[in-house]
């Protein structure tokens, strides 16, 4: 089993920056892709960005080049660095890890609300 368990979310105004973490235990497969995703009320659960094994990241249009992910593989973890932040990138944003043993895992999530 995987355990990851986010932290870093709060309130911002807008304009303001937020880092995200996201740290995984367990039984770690070392070739997987972690990312974020991030689902607002009412909304289906979206990709945010993401970061495979060898570093290829991926971001979603609406934050590129105000977010930026990375990724420490010897300590499990992956970040999200969001600056410029919006009142539409208020979410609850989730941690994912999966790999290529078919594992699929999620955080419980953390809330990010951009308001002044």
């Known amino acids: 089993q995987v355990q990851l368990v986010e932290s870093g979310g709060g309130l911002v105004q807008p304009g303001g920056s937020l880092r995200l973490s996201c740290a995984a235990s367990?039984?770690?497969?070392?070739?997987?892709?972690m990312g974020w995703y991030r689902q607002a009320p009412g909304k289906q659960r979206e990709l945010v960005a993401s970061?495979?094994?060898?570093?290829?990241?991926n971001y979603a249009d609406s934050v590129k080049g105000r977010f930026t992910i990375s990724r420490d593989n010897a300590k499990n973890t992956v970040h999200l660095q969001m600056n410029s932040l919006k009142p539409e990138d208020t979410a609850v944003y989730y941690c994912?890890?999966?790999?290529?043993?078919?594992?699929?895992?999620w955080g419980q999530g953390t809330q990010v609300t951009v308001s002044s």
């Open positions: 994912n890890l999966h790999d290529l043993r078919g594992f699929d895992g």
């Open positions: 367990g039984s770690i497969f070392s070739i997987n892709t």
């Open positions: 970061v495979n094994p060898g570093g290829r990241t």
